[in-house]
């Protein structure tokens, strides 16, 4: 087995912002956390599903931006396969809650954008296209565009998009936010089952308890205002996993162990408890 290798790792991490009035505002404040490479017994390099969990506006998002490159700490350092971050980069991919695909650009062309400005192949890209249309269920939909596909279709197309490039870092702001019930199951249910496929390392916010539960391996509690970490907490639950988890007590007992935890936190925020 090859040593684990340190995929995202934040140190003394504060950000602060001005009210409109300039006052400073604390959205982070000594954020330190680190994410390693993960592997199954067999020795096969897995990545890992990683959950930043709080109440909105407790800072989920600022951390996110900071890891992606879009933003930058006032205090502190950020790395990402060792190395600082200074800005966006190809070893990270990110997904949006807004749907964020091209409009004037078919299914096929949005899934491929990535790959054309970075030089690929018109034949490998198109394979890498079909590819990917497959693994996110929008076969025969590559000549759609956008605007005449559902919400759930749309976040669809942005996770193969990312995956396109194959980042070794994904990072997700509420991809399933605005989503109905139903369709937010089914693409827990297709994330798991893409994510398993690449060995990416996912860091992925939520303000949904439930939704936290399900995903991830581990879970980083967050407080609200400034937004610190206040528990790292493991997922007891094998791999793979399917919706009837979110039927079991030890499923349960866990999702009132996170609540107690979010309760228990300094600051006010609203978290999801089920969808």
Partial sequence: MEPKRSKITVRNVHRCFASPKGEPINALENINFEIEDAFSKEGRDIGEFRVLLGPSGC?????????????????????????????????????????TSFPWLSVADNIGYGLKINGVSAQSRNDAVSQLLQAVGLAGFEHSYPDTLSGGMQQRVAIARTLALRPSVILMDEPFGALDAQTRGEMQQLLLRVWEETASTILFVTHDVEEAIFLADRIFIMSAHPGTIVEDLQVPFDRPRDLSLKQRNEFHELQNYVLGCLRRAPGNGQVRVSV
């Fill in 59 to 99: 800072g989920k998002s600022t951390l996110l931006r900071l890891i992606a490159g879009l933003d930058r700490p006032d205090s502190g350092e950020i790395l990402v396969n060792d190395q600082p971050v200074h800005g966006p980069g190809k070893d990270r991919g990110m997904v949006f809650q807004k749907y």
